[in-house]
């Protein structure tokens, strides 16, 4: 089945010390998000590729970075992650002008020691 | 700056009620609207979408849109204890093909 997966599920990272999430998809959407869900809180975009082109939210943090080096994968590469960076991230992958084909992947929950 | 309204509940409705869920959104060039149902520790899963003023019914669910009011609703018919969760209201906008989130209402539906 066509799918959006993220790896890994969960990680424990130390405060300060760099991390990445990966997102990968067989869907071939050329749209691929990256959202933040703090407990209660609404899932805030961080930024979002079209294509190869990259768009980054006015405030994300700069500590945030992304990389796409195909169209199937997607990183989050966090440099010095944060207590305040504790939170569940999501990816997810449209086809462009066709929203109602978003899906997300299952979540990566990254919590900060 | 863009943003996406909904009260935060929790909201409790007996089994077999009728659950409404409530959204606004401030920028009026906004085209496409969804409701995307959360379960705790789990991603979004996408329950409706909606682009045209009128009525839009799928199943127990019925989405509806008033653009001149800047509104968007999502009924749930004869509630069930499995959709007690969190709806998220979600609006698309064309300028940087962006989908932003309100904050989620917490449904409960109590046996």
């Known amino acids: 089945d066509a799918m959006v997966i993220q790896n890994p599920r969960y990680q424990v990272t130390q405060f300060g010390k760099p991390v990445t999430l990966s997102c990968s998809q067989t869907?071939?959407?050329?749209?691929m998000y990256w959202y933040q869900q703090k407990s209660s809180q609404a899932p805030k975009l961080l930024f979002h590729?079209?294509?190869?082109?990259?768009?980054n939210e006015a405030d994300t943090p700069d500590n945030f970075q992304s990389r796409r080096p195909n169209t199937s994968f997607c990183f989050l590469d966090i440099r010095s992650p944060g207590l305040g960076d504790a939170a569940m991230y999501l990816c997810?992958?449209?086809?462009?002008?066709?929203?109602?084909?978003?899906?997300f992947g299952p979540g990566t929950r990254l919590t900060v020691t | 700056q863009k943003e996406v309204e909904q009260n935060s509940g929790p909201l409790s409705v007996p089994e077999g009620a009728i659950a409404s869920l409530n959204c606004t959104y401030s920028?009026?060039?906004?085209?496409?609207f969804f409701w995307y149902r959360q379960y705790s520790g789990k991603s979004p899963e996408l329950i409706m979408f909606i682009y045209s003023n009128g009525d839009k019914e799928d199943g127990r669910f019925t989405a509806q849109l008033n653009k001149a009011s800047q509104y968007v609703s999502l009924l749930i018919r004869d509630s069930q204890p499995s959709d007690s969760a969190t709806y998220l209201c979600?609006?698309?906008?064309?300028?940087?093909?962006?989908?932003?989130f309100g904050q989620g209402t917490e449904l409960s539906v109590k046996p």
């Open positions: 920028d009026r060039g906004s085209q496409s």
């Open positions: 997810a992958t449209s086809s462009a002008g066709s929203m109602d084909l978003i899906r």
């Open positions: 979600a609006v698309y906008y064309n300028q940087g093909g962006k989908l932003i």
């Open positions: 590729y079209y294509d190869k082109d990259f768009n």
């Open positions: 869907l071939n959407h050329n749209v």
